[in-house]
């Protein structure tokens, strides 16, 4: 099973993006993703179906407390600008499309309790970490595709983050990486 995670690097008030921390200690390969449209389309349209099975990409939550499973990838896009100074919204992703689509990966019931660690979540919000989501199940339909919401370090270690993510992936039937130490890293912020 080929595995890609992505991650973003800083925006706005959030100088170390906590998923740059975690992505490397995941051990599949990674991508870190500039914060702004242009570079996740860029990373969308480049992505070879070929070269992955399941896609989890990873979001800063500035006010999180948990692991955030992020169910659904709704078809909304704020007025919010990006890094770069664009703004897309607000509005519809794609009009032509649905007005949600299901997270492919999080099909487990299991997902739905939650934890001290990990809540499940309808709303991925309507910024970049949405926008993501509902890119890749839209361009990836035959793939298993998830988004997670990760907490500041300050409210959860990465490590714990890292354990969490891994028990959650195992439970969708997510094998470990078969290597342990920093995986395999591409830089995605130039597009």
């Not at 690097?9 to 740059?20: A, D, I, K, L, Y």
Request: glycine share 8%; with cysteine; net charge negative.
């Amino acid at each position: 099973m080929r595995v890609l995670v992505t991650a973003y690097g800083p925006f706005e008030q959030v100088t170390e993006n906590v998923t740059g921390l975690v992505a490397p200690l995941l051990g599949y390969p990674y991508e870190v993703i500039e914060v702004s449209y242009q570079a996740v389309d860029a990373y969308l349209d480049n992505l070879d179906p070929e070269s992955f099975d399941v896609l989890v990409s990873l979001g800063h939550d500035p006010r999180g407390e948990r692991v955030r499973i992020e169910t659904v990838g709704r078809n909304t896009i704020c007025d919010r600008a990006d890094v770069r100074g664009s703004v897309q919204g607000p509005g519809p992703i794609d009009p032509k499309l649905p007005g949600q689509l299901a997270a492919s990966l999080w099909q487990s019931p299991d997902l739905q309790q939650e934890t001290p660690q990990r809540c499940a979540s309808t709303d991925a919000g309507g910024y970049l970490c949405n926008y993501i989501l509902f890119g890749a199940l839209m361009r990836f339909p035959e793939k298993r595709i998830g988004f997670l919401h990760l907490p500041p370090k300050e409210k959860m270690a990465p490590e714990a983050q890292v354990a969490e993510i891994r028990e959650i992936l195992e439970i969708v039937g997510v094998e470990a990486p078969s290597r342990l130490g920093p995986a395999v890293h591409g830089d995605a912020s130039i597009a």
